[in-house]
């Protein structure tokens, strides 16, 4: 499958999001038709919510610890989807949001924004394909300013690129986004590796439902270990670390223990950075 639904997988998101009550979320779900697509992914599947809350609750807190180390307020979110923080990041107007996905996802997008909060002016959309490098690199040209450090967040796009094809794309598109703005950092989530994903479609029914739904072969994308990542952009001179995701547990959205076991086994984030 060469072009796996994904924006199934990003209203799916949208609504976890809106069950940790993270800032915009809610009203975002709303706004959204979730109730189809949380039908078909819980079905027989009482757990789903507690499970999902706690890997959207952390990889949320991951990639806002990131932002925040970052100290960069230029923010560019590659298949930013659904997702809110465009929209609460730019309550503070010194933050500048860049936000790229395909056409049809912007187009909603654009028209939630608008019903939230109306102009704002800090929060762009702009659709593009996340593997067009040059496309790319224009549009955060243009409206984040040339060779300044940018914050990318490149959150839940990472698996639906099969590492025979067209990751190294959008690797190669990350890359250059580092390499020509010194000081800039990246936070990649979900990084697929083999062994963990057959673990994660062994344990959750949920993690094959959703497979099933954008029709995406994950055992098919997964990379064999973590340094294979690692070793992507190490090739370019950056350097990178496992996100601790330990350090970013919450009371607001823990569940059960063994769960928690099971979900922290298979959550790979990373952070790149190229040099100061
Ligand atoms: C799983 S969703 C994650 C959305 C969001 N980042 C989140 O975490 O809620 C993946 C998103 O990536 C977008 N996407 C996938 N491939 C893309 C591409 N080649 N160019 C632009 N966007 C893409 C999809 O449209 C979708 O919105």
Redesign the pocket.
């Known amino acids: 499958m060469n072009?796996?639904d994904?924006?199934q997988?990003?209203i799916?998101?949208?609504y976890l999001?809106s069950l940790l009550g993270q800032r915009y979320a809610n009203e975002i779900a709303e706004l959204l038709d979730c109730e189809s697509v949380i039908e078909e992914v819980s079905v027989d599947n009482p757990d789903m919510e507690s499970r999902g809350k706690f890997r959207?609750g952390l990889?949320g807190a991951v990639v806002r610890a990131a932002i925040d180390g970052s100290g960069l307020k230029d923010i560019v979110?590659?298949?930013?989807?659904?997702?809110s923080y465009g929209l609460s990041y730019t309550d503070d107007p010194s933050y500048q949001y860049l936000e790229?996905?395909?056409y049809?996802?912007i187009r909603q997008k654009i028209r939630i924004i608008k019903r939230l909060v109306g102009d704002r002016p800090n929060l762009i959309l702009h659709?593009?394909?996340?593997?067009?490098t040059t496309a790319i690199h224009d549009a955060v040209g243009l409206h984040l300013g040339r060779g300044k450090p940018v914050m990318v967040?490149?959150?839940?796009?990472w698996?639906?690129?099969n590492p025979a094809t067209?990751l190294s794309d959008?690797v190669w598109t990350i890359v250059l986004l580092l390499i020509s703005r010194p000081g800039s950092t990246a936070i990649i989530?979900d990084i697929l590796v083999g062994d963990e994903v057959k673990q994660l479609v062994a344990n959750w029914p949920t993690a094959s439902r959703v497979m099933k739904l954008?029709g995406l072969p994950l055992d098919q994308y997964a990379l064999p270990d973590l340094t294979t990542a690692f070793d992507l952009f190490r090739d370019h001179g950056l350097t990178v670390e496992e996100a601790d995701l330990t350090s970013h547990l919450s009371p607001e959205f823990r569940t059960d223990p063994k769960d928690e076991e099971k979900i922290l086994a298979t959550s790979r984030h990373i952070i790149v950075r190229s040099q100061s």
């Open positions: 072009d796996p994904t924006s997988t990003a799916f998101t949208a999001r959207m990889r979110e590659l298949g930013a989807g659904f997702s790229i996905d395909r049809s996802i659709a593009d394909n996340v593997v067009d967040v490149a959150e839940g796009l698996p639906y690129f067209n959008l989530t954008v």
